[in-house]
């Protein structure tokens, strides 16, 4: 074999392995999870939609290789943008899914019914997408008089139409550090001050409503011992 040959070969193998070292590997949406909350603050009529999607991704060169999450509405030219900074990011059975509850209408108006698609892309650029569907049904399931009542004295009562209730404990930051399972009926304060350790500041209730598959959030309440 001639030198020139030799060095042929050995410029294909050297570029191969290079290739080889600067091609990532391409992020891998495993699941995808999203759900509609209508939104009442305390004391208010008006409510709002949020949307909550959450993706567990896979990605050989880790999580930190994942640079933006896009939730996108083709038809209604609308998209959302996630990134480290604004996604929330949870580890459920050595699964990573990042995500957020919070995606909404900047002026509050109802989110447009139709197909959305969740795109993630990596530092390099490679990219998976997924795709679901919100009904017009589904963002006109809400009545007002559907949200959950909360009664706050020494004991905070609930009076709720649906089944699945979770009150939501709140510290300063407004991280929530508690959670009660509470159908209609009651809890004393000093149960919870007990379990968080006096830091409990504002409490909201989560109704889950089974048959449209969506939440309704009241709140968020002081929190306050009299």
Known sequence: MSFQNIYKISFVIALVLFLSACSGSVPDI???VWQINFIQKAGESFSYEELS????VNDEDGISDIDKIYIIND????????????WKMKVINSGTWLGSNSIRMNDYSNLPSGTYRVLVIDKAGERDSRKFYISTEMLDSIESNLFPKILIAD????????QDNTLWVYDDSMNIIQKYKINNGK???S???????NKARWISIYAFDSES??????????????
């Open 155 to 162: 004991t905070i009562q609930l009076e709720s139409k649906f």
């Open 53 to 56: 999607v959450f993706t567990m």
């Open 75 to 86: 038809e209604a030219e609308l998209f959302w943008v996630l990134d480290s900074n604004s």
């Open 187 to 189: 809890i004393n304060k």
């Open 191 to 197: 149960i919870i001050n007990s379990d968080t350790s």
């Open 213 to 226: 598959g969506t939440g309704l959030v009241k709140g968020p309440y002081s929190f306050k011992l009299r």
């Open 30 to 32: 495993g699941q995808l």
